[in-house]
């Protein structure tokens, strides 16, 4: 079985540096693909609240531990808390309501998803596939006036420590958060943020960003390796845009010289550079790769070469709301 490597939080706990991320697996189909990920070797997975898959991954999980595939304590769960419930007693709820979708004792990670706050929308009223908007996606849900210290308390009640032995998140985060709320967060926070996790390919490779986190011992998730492949389906334009970076010449000859895919590149591409990474694949001979992506090195001027690509090319930002929400200004 591939051995992945991990990188030690400032939590204290191990985060294996390739995970699957669940984001877009049909509820259907959800818990037999975690489970065989699980049987391929993966031990981290990523969800989040509004992937709306959190208890048929949670089912995958149980069961491969039922069947001895796996213990619980070599598995790295990460959610998510979303936008509407940023309020202390909507995020205590929400972290609530995903541990128990999971159906485990504790979750490893739990993040805030987005730097907003919407308005509250109660958990009886789960919507799919837009969070940002009503139900019919007609009208963008107006902003709530709940500051991220707030939200960050609250998630902070529920990590477990030696004097709150209660508790059921074991480290806590940040996702799509730029360097001044970073600065910010750690103006006051008793317990400091363990991750961040952002968009990452080479269209957007943010080093700034991932640099002030890195010295400040905050690890960085990348999310959407592939580029634009993710958001294709979504009907995104600037995906559509964009030409695929299995394509690209750069990527396309580093991994003909190392006899391996233009995927396993990318992804190598972050995790040398200690960047955890989380694809996701239907595809079992793509789901191995994914996995294998640490068993060669690349040059520094190989991973100098990646970086040149970078367009500063977003895809996930909810500026393309019919109400943008500007958050990355």
């Known amino acids: 079985m591939t051995k992945v490597p991990s990188l030690k939080l400032a939590s204290g706990f191990d985060m294996p540096v390739v995970g ?5 697996v049909p509820r259907e189909t959800c818990a037999e693909t975690v489970y ?53 007693e909507h995020a205590l709820q929400q972290a609530k309501l995903e541990l128990e979708a999971w159906g485990l004792d504790y979750l490893d990670l739990f993040l805030i998803h987005f730097p907003i706050a919407l308005e509250f929308i ?30 960050w308390k609250a998630l902070e009640e529920i990590v477990q420590t030696p004097e709150n032995p ?16 970073l600065y910010d967060l750690l103006s006051y926070a008793k317990i400091p943020p363990s991750v961040l996790q952002i968009e ?61 895919t233009p995927g396993q590149v990318l992804l190598r591409w972050c995790t040398q550079r200690n960047i955890i990474v989380i694809p996701k694949s239907n595809n079992v001979d793509r789901l191995k790769q994914n996995l294998e992506c640490c068993s060669f090195d690349l040059t520094e001027d190989e991973l100098k070469q990646i970086s ?22």
């Open 166 to 181: 209660s508790g059921f998140i074991k480290s806590i985060g940040v996702s799509n958060f730029h360097t001044q709320l």
């Open 200 to 260: 990452h390919h080479p269209y957007l490779t943010q080093p700034e960003l991932i640099q002030m986190a890195q010295e400040n011992n905050i690890a960085v998730t990348g999310y959407s390796t592939f580029g634009p492949l993710s958001f294709l389906e979504l009907n995104n334009p600037q995906a559509k845009n964009a030409k695929p970076l299995f394509e690209v010449d750069i990527v396309k000859n580093i991994a003909e010289k190392y006899g391996k």
């Open 308 to 329: 040149t690509l970078d367009l500063g090319l977003r895809f996930n930002c909810p500026n393309t709301l019919q109400r943008p929400i500007r958050i990355f200004t």
């Open 36 to 88: 065989n990920a699980i049987k391929l070797g993966y031990r981290h997975f990523d969800g989040a609240w509004d992937y709306t898959n959190s208890a048929e991954a949670g089912q995958g999980v149980r069961k491969a531990i039922a069947d001895g595939l796996v213990k619980r304590e070599e598995l790295f769960i990460t959610s998510k808390l979303w936008n509407n419930y940023h309020k202390r």
């Open 122 to 151: 109660p958990f009886e009223e789960i919507r799919w596939p837009c969070f940002w908007s009503d139900k019919e996606q007609t009208k963008v849900t107006p902003l709530a006036k709940v500051p991220i210290s707030e939200t």
């Open 20 to 24: 699957f991320g669940i984001w877009k």
